[in-house]
């Protein structure tokens, strides 16, 4: 199983940047892929997730006004679109997997696997994001 993350980079505060997560080795469909981030000294934060059966998603209340998951499921990827980016932004961010349990999920499976990013059963080296004011 691989996750690969890429994307990240530095950039001014308000800028933008936009992370891909190419997944292999697992039946795509059947996961909710997601991005969790961590900075240095501080705990996981789970970010955003996607529920690649049907697409539903979820972001945490600290960027769901900035950033917007999203997949193709043709090319195995999930996106992170991150705008507005502030300095408290700044960590690596991982991209992750969890097996579903029902293919079609509810929105609330979704929320727990988005606020519990210790439960992912995979997850990828990550990609650093700074954000500088």
């Known amino acids: 199983v691989q996750l690969v993350a890429s994307g990240g980079g530095l950039v001014q505060a308000g800028g933008s940047l936009r992370l891909s997560c190419k997944v292999s080795g697992i039946a795509f469909n059947e996961y909710a892929i997601g991005w969790f981030r961590q900075a240095p000294g501080k705990e996981r934060e789970g970010v955003s997730c996607i529920s690649s059966s049907d697409g539903k998603t979820y972001s945490a209340d600290s960027v769901k006004d900035r950033f917007t998951i999203s997949s193709d499921n043709a090319k195995n990827t999930v996106y992170l679109q991150m705008n507005n980016l502030k300095p408290e932004d700044t960590a690596v961010y991982h991209c992750?997997?969890?097996?579903?349990?029902?293919?079609?999920?509810?929105?609330?499976?979704?929320?727990?696997?988005?606020?519990?990013?210790?439960?992912?059963?995979?997850w990828g080296q990550g990609t650093q994001v700074t954000v500088s004011s």
């Open positions: 992750a997997a969890e097996r579903l349990m029902y293919l079609i999920p509810s929105i609330n499976t979704i929320i727990e696997v988005t606020e519990t990013p210790r439960e992912y059963d995979y």
